[in-house]
């Protein structure tokens, strides 16, 4: 099952523009992560929020999330070619549950 | 090793083969998952290793999935009777704290 539902679907920007993409979820979280993949493949860690933070900063990543509406969003700001891919959230629960992955948000940007 | 490594890299079988699908984790990381992604959607669990014992299966799809890690590091998925739904990425991620996964690249897997 998948709990976290991304929106858009798809997004295409310029290059330099900001791309922002939401996430929603249903159960309470101890935290939420964002991961990128390119091609289909390997997913590769982005930046982690935990339930108490509200938002957090990486590079040209920023994330916030607001546990009351139970959803996060991911920034990338002055975007780049290379940032295109398909970007996931995915939620922690607790103790040793796996992460629960959204179907994710595919990103193109144009140069 | 510096990363997980998942192989082979692509798999095409027949319908109602067995197959087997290896990850190698990063050394040192007791927790290892099983994903499976199809077109289109996010990865879906299958199954999570702590050490040698699976601490939760509850993502595989039917008893003909299973998976084995026998020394608390290499991990096998097998497949038995493998059907055309099952064609797939197959992810495999390790982790030392159970937070942030380190995924490796994947296995294909292709029924015809």
């Known amino acids: 099952s998948q709990q976290g539902e991304e929106d858009p679907q798809a997004l295409s920007i310029q290059e330099g523009e900001n791309a922002t993409m939401n996430c929603s979820y249903k159960t309470s979280i101890n935290n939420l992560q964002w991961y990128r993949q390119n091609s289909g493949r390997g997913l590769v860690h982005l930046i982690l929020i935990r339930s108490n933070e509200r938002e957090k900063h990486s590079g040209r990543l920023r994330v916030t999330l607001d546990t009351s509406k139970k959803s996060s969003s991911l920034l990338i700001t002055a975007s780049r070619a290379a940032d295109t891919a398909s970007y996931f959230c995915a939620t922690f629960n607790s103790g040793n549950t796996p992460l629960v992955f959204g179907k994710g948000t595919r990103l193109s940007v144009i140069a | 090793g510096a990363g997980v490594s998942q192989t082979p890299s692509n798999k095409v079988t027949e319908k109602g083969k067995y197959v087997e699908l290896r990850c190698d984790p990063i050394?040192?990381?007791?927790?290892l998952y099983w994903y499976r992604q199809s077109l289109g959607q996010g990865p879906e669990f299958l199954i999570y290793?702590?050490?040698?014992?699976?601490?939760?299966d509850s993502g595989l799809p039917n008893d003909r999935f299973f998976a084995v890690r026998p020394e608390g590091s290499v991990s096998t998925l097998k497949i038995q009777r493998t059907e055309r739904g099952d064609s797939a990425v197959y992810l495999c991620a390790s982790s030392e704290t159970g937070l942030g996964y380190t995924f490796g690249s994947g296995t294909r897997l292709t029924v015809v």
């Open positions: 290793f702590q050490g040698t014992g699976a601490a939760d």
């Open positions: 050394s040192g990381h007791t927790a």
